[in-house]
C-alpha cells in the first residue's frame, strides 16, 4: 500500500553477479572438425571390398575413400562454421561484423550520437537503443539508465488528498498535472570547471555537468507519453538542455531542475 506520507521511490539495484548474459548455443556442429565427423561421413559409402571395408572392417583412415571423403566433407564443415558465425549476429551482445546493419534498422546514429563515435561507443548506443523497447515502469527507466551507465532515483510526486495524505508529508499541495512529472535524481556525474591557462573564454563555460545530455535524449526517446521525465542532480547549475521549456524555469519543483 502506498505511504500516506511519502512520495514514491523507484532505483535499480543490480545483483552482485548481475551483468551481460550469454547464451552459450554452441554444439558440434558450431565449429565441426573435419577429423570428428569422418567415421559419421565414412558410413555413407557401400561396404564390402571394393568400397575398402571387406568383411564389415572400418575403412582405413589414411584410405583412398577416407581422404577423399575428408576433401567431399571439408566444405560442408566450412559452411557449418560460417553459418554458426552468422547467427551469432542476431544477438546485438554477440555482434561482430553486422553493426552497421543493426545501426541502420534502429535508425542510428541519431541526434544523440556524439560525433566521431569509437566503435565501442556506438555498439554501446545500440545495446541501449535495443534495451530501451518496452521501457515502461520507472523500474524499466532506473534499470535502462544503470546499463548506460548512470546512477537514478525515480521520484514519483503526488497530491494531497483529504482523507489520505498526512500533514508534513511529501505530497504536495497545487496542480494535479504535477503527477505527470516524474522526478529523475541523478548521481555521481562528473563535473568540469573553467581552469586558468588550459580553458578559453567564449568556448569553456565556467562550470558545467557532463554527461547528463546522454542520459536526457535517451529518456525523451522512449518516456510514455502520459508522462515527462524532469531531472535534478545539482542545486547550483542547469544542464545543457537544448529542449528546454522556458516554462519549467518556474516550475513548483525548483529553477534547479531541468
Known amino acids: 500500500m502506498r ?15 548481475d551483468g551481460e548474459l550469454y547464451v552459450d548455443r554452441t554444439d558440434p556442429l558450431s565449429d565441426p572438425d ?10 555413407i559409402w557401400p561396404k564390402g571390398a571394393a568400397w575398402g571395408s571387406p568383411d564389415g572392417q572400418a ?5 583412398v575413400y577416407a581422404r ?3 576433401a567431399v566433407f571439408a566444405p560442408f564443415a566450412e559452411f557449418y562454421r560460417l553459418a554458426f558465425a552468422e547467427s551469432n549476429e542476431w544477438f546485438v551482445l554477440q555482434l561482430e561484423t553486422s553493426l552497421a546493419d543493426w545501426e541502420r534498422e534502429y535508425g542510428l ?6 560525433p566521431d563515435q569509437s566503435y565501442q561507443t556506438r555498439f554501446y548506443t545500440l545495446l541501449n537503443k535495443v534495451r530501451s523497447k518496452g521501457t515502461i515502469t520507472p523500474q524499466d ?3 535502462l539508465a544503470h546499463f548506460a551507465g548512470f546512477r537514478i532515483k525515480i521520484e514519483e510526486r503526488f497530491g494531497f488528498r483529504c482523507g489520505f495524505s498526512r500533514c508534513g508529508g511529501e505530497h504536495f499541495l497545487g496542480s494535479a498535472a504535477q503527477e505527470g512529472y516524474w522526478i529523475v535524481h541523478v548521481y555521481d ?12 573564454v567564449g568556448r569553456d563555460p565556467l562550470f558545467r555537468i557532463v554527461g547528463i545530455q546522454e542520459l536526457i535524449c535517451l529518456f525523451e526517446v522512449v518516456e510514455p507519453a502520459a508522462f ?9 547549475a542547469l544542464p545543457e538542455y537544448q529542449s528546454w521549456p522556458d516554462s519549467w524555469q518556474d516550475a513548483p519543483w525548483g529553477q534547479f531542475d531541468a
Open 228 to 236: 515527462k521525465a524532469v531531472f535534478r542532480y545539482a542545486e547550483d
Open 3 to 17: 505511504d500516506r506520507a511519502t512520495n514514491r521511490w523507484t532505483e535499480f539495484v543490480p545483483e552482485e553477479d
Open 59 to 63: 575403412i582405413d583412415g589414411d584410405s
Open 189 to 200: 556525474l562528473r563535473k568540469e570547471y573553467f581552469r586558468v591557462g588550459s580553458s578559453r
Open 141 to 143: 527507466f532506473c534499470r
Open 34 to 43: 573435419i577429423e570428428a565427423v569422418l567415421p559419421a561421413a565414412l558410413s
Open 68 to 70: 577423399l571423403t575428408r
Open 109 to 114: 546514429p541519431n541526434e544523440c550520437a556524439r
